[in-house]
Each structure stands twice: as structure tokens, then as C-alpha cells.
């Protein structure tokens, strides 16, 4: 995976307790996107953002906050996890403009438990 | 987004051509067709993409229909390193932020 680094790669959390996980892309891109993945089942988009200073919903946001102060940095946040947030979350990102700069880059995933 | 259906599993034998199929019966006229894929314990990663034409690529061949609402993802020779989940995904590009919506993909397993 070129250029999609996500730290940390596991983590255990308690239920009640914060945690921030961190994406970074080195490419310039523009969108990045967070996923998560539970077992058996396909991506699913928890918030995105188009650009530095700029971040939206995606289809499961409940329970989450992000943040683009940086263009090639999106953080996911837990303010209260639950163990229903125990998945794998996925970041990507890729750029605007030409059909090819569609392709969607993805991090290797961050294996998060809550018990 | 416009549905994909995809057989939930397939089997092949290792240097063998391994034929994906994905209808999509109700895509638009703005919907690219994406072929991603995961390998276990990683994130997915693009294979091909292609709007009407056939395309090509060092990964695979995408074969699309005349009417637009099926595609086959062609491997042509698998290897075990093809084992995985292989996702089709309508992309609209009319859309301002382009996600990707994951259905539950065909697993694909590659016997030596």
C-alpha cells in the first residue's frame, strides 16, 4: 500500500476510555476517508473529509469525531468506546481530478478491541 | 449508489484463468465499475477500473457488457497470491466525495 500509514496497528481499550488513531498520507492527496470493517463484512464509511480544514459524515459516524488540521493527516476519535467499536478501521485517501486519480489508496488497518 | 450482486465464494487451481462475475442491473450512466480486492489482514487494494471498454492491466482484464450491467474480472493465470476478497464497486463519479460503498465481496481461494 503506497503512502497510507495508520499508527497505532493494535490497541485494547477499556469501555468509557478515549483513544485517537492516526492516519498519514505522503501522496498530496485531497480526500481521505475513514472505514471501519467488522468481521465477515464489507467496508463501511464512518467520515470523510475533501480537504485540509474540512470533514463530513459518512454512514456510521455515531460515536466517532475527526479532525483534517493538516492536509496529509485524518484522525479518527473515541471519546466514550464501547464495545460495539471493536473493529478493524481502515484510512484511505485518495486525489481529485483525472478518472485514473480515482483509484482509492488504503492503510493496512488498525486493529482495535474494547473490552 | 446503484447494488452489485457477487457469488459469495469461487475456487480455482493455481495457474488456471479464474473468471469473476458482478451484475449490477440498475447502474448509471455516470457509475465507473471498480475491482478491488483485500488479501487476509490487509486493507484493499485497487485491481482495475473501467467505465464501457474492456480494459487491461499487469493485474487483471476487465470485461464489461454491452448493456453495462455485468462485469467479469479475469485473473489469467491465478496464483495463491490471488487468494482473497475481491469486491465490485459502482463509483459514481457525479458525486462530490467519491466513497466507495463495499458490498460483501467474493471470496476467492486458490488451490495448489
Known amino acids: 500500500n503506497a503512502g497510507v500509514t495508520q499508527t497505532p496497528k493494535f490497541r485494547v481499550l477499556k469501555t468509557g476510555q478515549s483513544m485517537t488513531l492516526l492516519c498519514a498520507q505522503d501522496?498530496?492527496?485531497?480526500?481521505m476517508y475513514w472505514y471501519r470493517q467488522d468481521p465477515g463484512m464489507g467496508l463501511r464509511l464512518i467520515h470523510y473529509?475533501?480537504?485540509?480544514?474540512?470533514?463530513a459524515k459518512g454512514e456510521v459516524p455515531d460515536g466517532y469525531n475527526v479532525s483534517r488540521l493538516k492536509k496529509q493527516n485524518f484522525l479518527l476519535g473515541l471519546e466514550s468506546a464501547a464495545p460495539s467499536q471493536t473493529s478493524v478501521y481502515f484510512c484511505?485517501?485518495?486525489?481529485?481530478?483525472?478518472?485514473?486519480?480515482?483509484?482509492?489508496?488504503f492503510g493496512e488497518g488498525s486493529w482495535l478491541t474494547v473490552v | 449508489d446503484a447494488k452489485t450482486t457477487q457469488p459469495n465464494s469461487m475456487e480455482s487451481n493455481e495457474e488456471e484463468p479464474v473468471h469473476l462475475p458482478c451484475n449490477h442491473s440498475t447502474i448509471s450512466g455516470t457509475d465507473y465499475i471498480h475491482w478491488y480486492r483485500q488479501l487476509p489482514s490487509q486493507g484493499p487494494e485497487y485491481v482495475i477500473h473501467g467505465l464501457t471498454s474492456n480494459v487491461n492491466n499487469r493485474m487483471a482484464s476487465l470485461a464489461i457488457a454491452e448493456d453495462r450491467k455485468s462485469s467479469t474480472l479475469i485473473l489469467h493465470r491465478a496464483t495463491l497470491r490471488d487468494a482473497a476478497v475481491y469486491y465490485c464497486i459502482l463509483r459514481d463519479v457525479a458525486t462530490s466525495y467519491g466513497k466507495l460503498t463495499f458490498g460483501q465481496g467474493t471470496i476467492l481461494t486458490v488451490h495448489p
Open positions: 484511505a485517501s485518495r486525489q481529485t481530478g483525472t478518472a485514473f486519480g480515482n483509484t482509492i489508496y
Open positions: 473529509s475533501v480537504g485540509e480544514g474540512t470533514t
Open positions: 501522496m498530496n492527496h485531497e480526500y
